[in-house]
């Protein structure tokens, strides 16, 4: 079974702060990717690397920065902490070169409150 | 601009009735489909796929139909159970990428026992 963990179920951050979200994964998995889900807005890309090193911009990346130093790990930061950055955070890994099935497997999930 | 969508954000039903969660999509390219369900406070799990050279794919309680000219698809959940409760999403790939998903904003789902 392919495990994804997230450093952090809860988090408290005041406005400013920098902010250090944590993945991991124990596949060996290429891809993995940030996403944030906010009410009536579903799960929205933040960021995604496709290996060590690599990353990609996702849908909403302004106020994020990735780092991914070793294949199974995943970091998030970001840079200085805003109140519209309060939100559910959640990892996800995948095993590249799938012909179909992008299935993607969930982290669960880091909730973020930024006061 | 929203390629997947989930128009319905709730519903209802009874236990042991079927349940019928729709998703539609506007971009022709994607071509692999997969719900997934969200219970609070954890991460979402893989349910259920199908790529778009199928117009069914069933698994025990869980069938999703794939309407390709409509650009339609559906989840049925039959018969449905109250631990089926959770939000469900709907997501699509291909389009040009081989990585990305991309959502609809999900449905919860309410089995009334």
């Known amino acids: 079974d392919v495990k994804v963990t997230q450093s952090s179920r809860y988090l408290v951050k005041r406005t400013g702060e920098k902010v250090f979200l944590e993945c991991v994964q124990d596949?060996?998995?290429?891809?993995m990717f940030w996403y944030r889900q906010d009410p009536g807005l579903g799960l929205r890309l933040i960021y995604f690397s496709y290996d060590v090193k690599m990353k990609e911009k996702g849908d909403i990346p302004e106020g994020y920065s990735v780092s991914r130093e070793k294949k199974e790990r995943f970091s998030l930061i970001l840079e200085s902490a805003s109140t519209n950055q309060t939100s559910m955070y959640l990892c996800?890994?995948?095993?590249?070169?799938?012909?179909?099935?992008?299935?993607?497997?969930f982290g669960p999930g880091t909730r973020l409150l930024v006061l | 601009d929203q390629q997947v969508k989930q128009n319905s954000p709730s519903l209802s039903v009874q236990e042991g009735r079927i349940s019928i969660l729709n998703c539609d999509y506007t971009n022709s390219m994607f071509d692999y489909f997969l719900w997934y369900k969200k219970y609070p406070a954890e991460g979402p799990t893989f349910l259920i796929s199908?790529?778009?050279?199928?117009d069914k794919n069933e698994d025990g309680r869980f069938t999703v139909f794939l309407n390709k000219s409509a650009k339609h698809l559906s989840l049925h959940i039959v018969p449905s159970q109250p631990g089926d409760s959770a939000v469900y999403f709907c997501a699509a790939s291909g389009g040009g990428s081989n990585y990305k998903l991309t959502f609809g904003k999900g449905t919860l789902l309410t089995v009334n026992p």
């Open positions: 199908i790529s778009s050279i199928k």
């Open positions: 996800a890994s995948r095993q590249a070169g799938q012909t179909f099935g992008e299935t993607q497997y």
């Open positions: 596949m060996d998995h290429e891809n």
